[in-house]
């Protein structure tokens, strides 16, 4: 773990990691996000949140493939963090990520950010 680091997990395919970040935090997946791995990003989302962590900020710049069990992971933790009255925001995603938020029409229900930083210090 990286100082700084509250956990990360890690099952081949898949590494998460996540660390505060101000009022934020942010949550990193890097790899591939799917119907084996998703429990891998679904687990530290939902500790986050427990953890009173209402603002999500999901780092998607290394995360190379998602399919719609990853999607749902997503869209869970988002309504979980809205009713807390924060939400998800999404950054770096990558053109293979992203068109499955094209393609499901997803990307009307997030906070998308091209970059970090932007999501970080978005409102």
Known sequence: MDRGTVGSAH???LLVEVRAEGPSVVVTPAGELDHHTADLLREPLEA???DGFSRL??????????DSTGLNVLLGA????????????????LPVVARVFEITGAEAVFSVHE?????????
């Open 11 to 13: 099952r081949g395919r």
């Open 48 to 50: 986050c949140l427990d």
């Open 57 to 66: 900020v999901v780092d998607c710049s290394r995360l190379e493939f998602m």
């Open 78 to 93: 988002r309504l979980k963090a809205e009713a807390a009255g924060g939400g998800v925001h999404l950054a770096g995603m």
């Open 115 to 123: 970059t970090l930083a932007e999501a970080l210090s978005s409102d």
